[in-house]
């Protein structure tokens, strides 16, 4: 863990260089997914199913590669009543929030007559990757697969690796509209849903999280389908006064240290005591966390405190655009107002960003590795796609027509100044 000090002669260009240290997939991944993909798209199911063995251990063919109803049924219902609950709980909350963003279609005609608008339609098919590694992810289903049942995608189709289906999971993917699951996980499973692979059927987008694997194939693939993001390591960014509790804010820096040890997690804090009693508190809490190992590499190799005036936390936020930043202040809008690059803002002491994770509403598919600068999270936006409508009658092509010839011919461009030209013609 770095500490840094506002204060201290080159605190600036120390501070954009630990922002600025890569965290990011090796080379020799992508050239391994660059093969995989290029096997699959030759051989389809052939090459799914090769790899499954190969990087999965799984005896998967073609009679079992489908989840089945029945299977997703009983597994829905070795699920405990408490987490069952808690999935129709936050599956209702993601819906309401995300049935919000719906945009309206617009039709109208402006000052020259011609018909002018727009409408939005839903994506047909969906590629939602669900991890399978590390734990289990119903939050993951539940925030890729609900805002896309939300915007009308008609075929929902989940992969997650082989290997026995957490009840949870398959409680999610029945609460969130999920239409298929099959057992084929890694790029081979990016590439299953870009290109097809015997039962597997392409789809138009891919969403959802994965490994280093995944996502250098979901790079690879986009332009054949869409993709949400290229999802980097997890991270977090707290602004915090010596008002909290030490323990507190250190449970909320490891609630994202834990996913990876390549996550990060930054604890801004105008009080070095407070700063300290946080760290202390951290490495208490790693004695007994179950994802110790992880969360305390994550901690050790990119965490930070940063000591600083607590004025100045917008802008040093602004510059790591993180995916979350906690403002844990009494007056929280003041400082988050300034704010304009982070995936998602969790405001006052009350509200940790695990909220956000599960049951809030928001989408916890963010932008991460400073993306926040020029992207969103996921949202009922990625599912639909709009669709511009234009209509002209004789009077208002009349208007339209000679000005599409003259920068159609000042384009060189003459089959377009002649289809504009020649209705010109006709109606003189």
Known sequence: MRRFRFSDPGFEAAFAAFIDERRETPEEVDTAVRDVLAAVRAEGLDAVLRFGRQFDRAEVDESNIRVTAEEIEAGAAECSPEVREAIAFAAKRIRAYHERQRPADMAFTDEAGVELGWRWTAIEAVGVYVPGGRAAYPSTVLMNAVPAAAAGVERIAMVTPPGRLQPAVLAAAKEAGVTEIWRVGGAQAVAALAYGAGPIKPVDKIVGPGNAYVTAAKRRVYGTVGIDALAGPSEIVVVADAANRPDWIAADLLSQAEHDPAAQSILITDDEAFGEAVAAQIEEQLKVLSTGEDAAASWRDHGAIIIA????????????????????????????????????????????????????????????????????????????????????????????????????????????????????????
């Not at 598919?365 to 599912?383: C, E, H, I, K, M």
Request: glycine share 6%; charged share 20%; net charge negative.
């Open 309 to 428: 005036p607590l004025d100045e936390a917008p802008r040093l936020v602004n510059y790591i655009a993180p995916e979350h930043v906690e403002f844990a202040l009494d007056d929280p809008e003041r400082l988050a107002d300034q704010v304009r690059h982070a995936g998602a803002i969790f405001l006052g002491r009350l509200t940790p960003e695990a909220i956000g994770d599960y049951v809030a509403g928001s989408n916890h598919v963010l932008p991460t590795s400073r993306a926040a600068r020029f992207s969103s999270g996921l949202s009922l936006y990625d599912f639909i796609k709009r669709t511009s409508i234009v209509k002209c009658d004789e009077t208002s092509f009349a208007i339209l027509g000679p000005h599409t010839v003259a920068l159609a011919d000042a384009e060189g461009l003459p089959a377009h100044a002649r289809s504009a030209a020649i209705r010109l013609t006709k109606q003189g």
